[in-house]
């Protein structure tokens, strides 16, 4: 275990995720408090879809797959991504705080009656329509797609990139056919992943992380 931690230090960023957590399921339990209704017109014209449920769930694999892959393979990314991530979970999660918002878009009937429309059931019972705008689903699978697109790991690994950009688009869409968001929350999810990319992959942290490593280098040697 000792020698575990002294090869992954870098799983410190990861105790940020109790603090998230956290505060995201106090947001969700709160009441009383006036929301925002999210909608628009372009909603009403997307019929709901239980076929989307598939890749709605897969996105909590997608995400472990990914920051779990490079917290192995490439501490560099590993900072990159989950430092994309966290900060940008963390402003949604302030936009709630201080601007409550909901959605009205779930059906109360469905037309048809399979295991998948059941598992939506259960996906509504669970998981409340407050705290929708950003979407953060749809925020969190442009980052795990632009980590492995700007990762020299999938550099050639066609396959595994074509393959998360489908994945990343099918999430984004499930959350609408799901009834889940608006319109609204992805274009908002979409603009917060705009601004901060470039000042995740545009700008050269690397002298950051080579110091870093004579810095351990160093204290080994020591």
Not at 27 to 37: D, F, S, W
Not at 114 to 139: A, E, G, K, M
Not at 173 to 188: A, P, R, Y
Request: aromatic residues 20%.
């Amino acid at each position: 275990m000792r020698a575990f931690l002294q090869k992954y230090k870098h799983a410190w960023i990861l105790s940020y995720l109790p603090i998230y957590f956290y505060w995201f399921f106090a947001l969700e339990a709160r009441t009383g408090v006036p929301m925002k209704t999210i909608h628009t017109a372009l909603d009403d014209s997307i019929p709901f879809n239980e076929w989307f449920y598939i890749p709605y769930i897969l996105w909590f694999g997608y995400m472990v797959i990914v920051v779990g892959y490079f917290f192995f393979h490439k501490k560099e990314d590993f900072y990159r991504s989950t430092s994309f991530l966290f900060i940008g979970m963390t402003i949604c999660l302030i936009i709630y705080t201080f601007w409550p918002n909901c959605q009205n878009l779930r059906p109360t009937t469905f037309e048809r009656n399979n295991i998948l429309v059941s598992l939506v059931q259960v996906l509504y019972r669970t998981d409340t329509s407050t705290n929708v705008c950003p979407s953060i689903h749809v925020f969190n699978s442009l980052v795990a797609h632009s980590a492995i697109m700007n990762s020299k790991l999938f550099k050639n690994k066609k396959w595994i990139r074509r393959g998360s950009f489908v994945l990343m688009v099918l999430i984004c869409m499930s959350t609408v056919f799901l009834k889940q968001h608006s319109v609204f929350d992805g274009i908002c999810a979409l603009a917060l992943f705009t601004v901060m990319y470039p000042f995740v992959y545009k700008i050269d942290y690397s002298h950051m992380f080579e110091n870093r490593k004579k810095r351990e280098v160093f204290a080994k040697s020591s």
